[in-house]
């Protein structure tokens, strides 16, 4: 799963610090810029993050032009100090608040992170595999072994890995983890079920 990127802009350094280390928990994550000020708006627009975080103080009329006009697929999302924004010309898709509690804000980035993954054109559908390599691909998703998969689906464990290298091959996913979000993002378990 390719990492989602971000670039900060916070002209605190404690608070851009802080909130650096909140998204540096989240796995597949990277920080590719952090800056203070908005004076080389030019190396911004450059690194083609996935997500911009910037204060509203570093806002105004010529800057919300700017990003408005050169940020295509990136999101944006509002560090600021209240819920008020009158920076409209920009599409926010979060507003942190700066005396929010961290679960609070691990949260918000969180369902950004899914909603931007669950959005990102598949490179394969469920359509393409069959139906019984969706079973298979179900039950290694819920961490059977191709013994335990037999058994269940009453069929040989050479056809279980037989079904396996098929899914592999189609889906591009080599490791479990890998399989078992694919099966949660395309609905063949659900996420519950993982637990």
């Known amino acids: 799963m390719p990492k989602s990127t971000f670039i900060v802009i916070e002209q605190s350094y404690i608070i851009r610090k802080g909130l650096i280390s909140l998204i540096?928990?989240?796995?597949?994550?990277?920080i590719i810029l952090q800056i203070d000020?908005?004076?080389d708006i030019d190396n911004i627009l450059n690194h083609d993050?996935?997500?911009i975080i910037i204060n509203s103080?570093?806002?105004d009329k010529n800057v919300t032009d700017c990003l408005s006009k050169n940020i295509e697929n990136v999101q944006m999302i509002l560090l600021s100090e209240?819920?008020?924004n009158s920076f409209n010309e920009i599409n926010w898709v979060e507003n942190i608040l700066?005396?929010?509690t961290q679960n609070s804000i691990l949260k918000k980035i969180n369902k950004l992170i899914g909603n931007r993954i669950s959005n990102q054109p598949q490179r394969y559908t469920p359509d393409e595999i069959s139906e019984r390599e969706a079973d298979i691909l179900r039950n290694i998703a819920l961490g059977y072994s191709n013994k335990e998969i037999a058994d269940k689906l009453f069929?040989?464990?050479h056809t279980v890995v037989t079904h396996r290298k098929n899914i592999t091959r189609k889906l591009g996913i080599k490791t479990v983890p890998g399989l078992t979000i694919y099966a949660i993002l395309n609905k063949l378990i659900d996420l519950d079920d993982t637990n």
């Open 82 to 84: 209240n819920h008020k």
């Open 24 to 30: 540096e928990k989240i796995p597949n994550t990277q």
């Open 37 to 39: 000020n908005m004076n």
């Open 155 to 157: 069929i040989s464990t």
């Open 98 to 100: 700066i005396n929010e």
């Open 57 to 59: 103080n570093l806002l």
């Open 49 to 51: 993050p996935d997500f």
